[in-house]
């Protein structure tokens, strides 16, 4: 067995987040195949897994057991203590990845995973409710541009999990319905961490979450 195990499919941006971070790190890891399109996360056991009925779930298979940690952020901020790297290094910078960490997951990760999902895969049309996720996350992407100025990273000198939590969804942009034409800095960061040594896309770290697993881009 793996030191980790990642419950996770391709398509959750979330789980590529934590995916992102293994596979930059080399480390030893597995995926275990979450049929999410088929209501897995809604049925026990996953449900005693993770009580949220949330995607990525993370096992770290340590030698006093097994510990398991749910919450793309709350992973990507254990992983980075265990693996030690991309992880703060200052009491500035623990608190500067913190906030950053916090605006993804309810401004930039929290819209555009929602917008993805009802625009791509329900394919629901411009409704309000799509309407309104767009405007939402049109303003957290400017937010993004604007700190990205004169800056190659979010937090830090250097890349830390603060870009990879908030990159998490920005890959797809086609499927969330958006361009990066008015965001250079954002569009260069993307390209910044496509560039970095070990960098892999989501659908070629984790299975496909439809049934039956046919993994496609
Ligand atoms: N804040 C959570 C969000 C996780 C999340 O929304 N996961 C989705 C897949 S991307 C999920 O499993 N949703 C199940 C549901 O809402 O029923 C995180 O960052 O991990």
């Known amino acids: 067995m793996a030191e980790y195990t990642l419950h996770c499919f391709w398509e959750s941006g979330n789980a590529y987040k934590a995916a992102l971070l293994l596979e930059l790190c080399d480390a030893d890891w597995e995926v275990r195949r979450v049929a999410f399109f088929t209501g897995e996360t809604r049925r026990e056991p996953f449900r005693d897994l993770n009580v949220m009925g949330e995607v990525p779930v993370l096992e770290h298979h340590r030698d006093d057991g097994d510990f398991t940690v749910t919450q793309s952020g709350a992973i990507l901020t254990y992983l980075a203590r265990k693996l030690g790297r991309f992880g703060p290094e200052t009491e500035a ?125």
């Open 93 to 217: 910078e623990e608190f500067e990845v913190m906030r950053w960490l916090l605006f993804d997951s309810q401004k930039l990760s929290g819209y555009a995973g929602p917008l993805r999902f009802l625009r791509f895969f329900m394919k629901k049309g411009e409704t309000d409710e799509v309407q309104f996720l767009h405007a939402r996350l049109l303003t957290a992407l400017n937010i993004l541009e604007a700190r990205l100025e004169g800056r190659d990273w979010i937090a830090a000198d250097r890349p830390t999990i603060a870009d990879l939590a908030l990159c998490g969804y920005l890959f797809w942009p086609d499927q969330i319905g958006i361009t990066f034409d008015d965001l250079p800095n954002v569009s260069a960061w993307l390209a910044r961490i496509a560039a970095l040594p070990g960098y892999s896309r989501a659908e070629d770290l984790m299975p496909s979450g439809r049934e039956p697993d046919t993994a496609t881009a």
